[in-house]
T-cell receptor, first 112, second 113 residues
Framework: GENVEQHPSTLSVQEGDSAVIKCTYSDSASNYFPWYKQELGKGPQLIIDIRSNVGEKKDQRIAVTLNKTAKHFSLHITETQPEDSAVYFCAASGRGYQKVTFGIGTKLQVIP | NAGVMQNPRHLVRRRGQEARLRCSPM?????VYWYRQLPEEGLKFMVY????????ESGMPKERFSAEFPKEGPSILRIQQVVRGDSAAYFC???????????FGPGTRLTVL
């Protein structure tokens, strides 16, 4: 089955700096890669996703990149703000079936 | 359009009791997924259901756990004879037919005393 590795497990940045979270996946058939943000005591919220036919996608301060050859994808948050502090999960799922495999999560702390 | 709803939000049970967790998917969503999250850990897939059908239960323990998604009403995750190790947050997600994006509910936090 699919295996998703995520790092770092914790990340502290100064407000205004950028944050980068990286993930690798094992199943070359995976073609959908969502990112979720989870605040304390809440459910995961989808923040951005990317599909295998696209190399990069951007939404305001958030961008994701995908390298299918190397089987890794990354989340980039620019101009970080204290409200970006949360746990971020990467995930991967394969074609024709919607089972999603999650990474272990990255706890991001933005220091004011 | 209301999001995915789960109830109860918090559930306390004593060892040996039964826990019933409910999930109402978003309107128009016919696919439901259950995940378990232990403290400081990621989300682990448990089961994937469509209306009246279990599609994949490979992540669900073979004993004491069951799930259903009836034609009418919410999806239910049932844990019989709970043990302390069942204490976790249980999340439900839903998606529309033929789409892979999953939307999560707020979760049910189960505590077993």
């Amino acid at each position: 089955g699919e295996n998703v590795e995520q790092h770092p497990s914790t990340l502290s940045v100064q407000e205004g700096d950028s944050a980068v979270i990286k993930c690798t996946y094992s199943d070359s058939a995976s073609n959908y890669f969502p990112w979720y943000k989870q605040e304390l005591g809440k459910g995961p919220q989808l923040i951005i996703d990317i599909r295998s036919n696209v190399g990069e996608k951007k939404d305001q301060r958030i961008a994701v990149t995908l390298n299918k050859t190397a089987k890794h994808f990354s989340l980039h948050i620019t101009e970080t703000q204290p409200e970006d502090s949360a746990v971020y999960f990467c995930a991967a799922s394969g074609r024709g079936y919607q089972k999603v495999t999650f990474g272990i999560g990255t706890k991001l702390q933005v220091i004011p | 359009n209301a999001g995915v709803m789960q109830n109860p939000r918090h559930l306390v049970r004593r060892r040996g009791q039964e826990a019933r967790l409910r999930c109402s998917p978003m309107k128009g969503h016919s696919h439901v997924y259950w995940y378990r999250q232990l403290p400081e850990e990621g989300l682990k897939f448990m089961v994937y259901l469509q209306k009246e059908n279990i599609i994949d239960e490979s992540g669900m323990p073979k004993e004491r756990f069951s799930a259903e998604f009836p034609k009418e009403g919410p999806s239910i995750l049932r844990i019989q004879q709970v043990v302390r190790g069942d204490s976790a947050a249980y999340f439900c997600a839903s998606s529309p037919p033929s789409q892979d994006t999953q939307y999560f509910g707020p979760g049910t936090r189960l505590t077993v005393l």
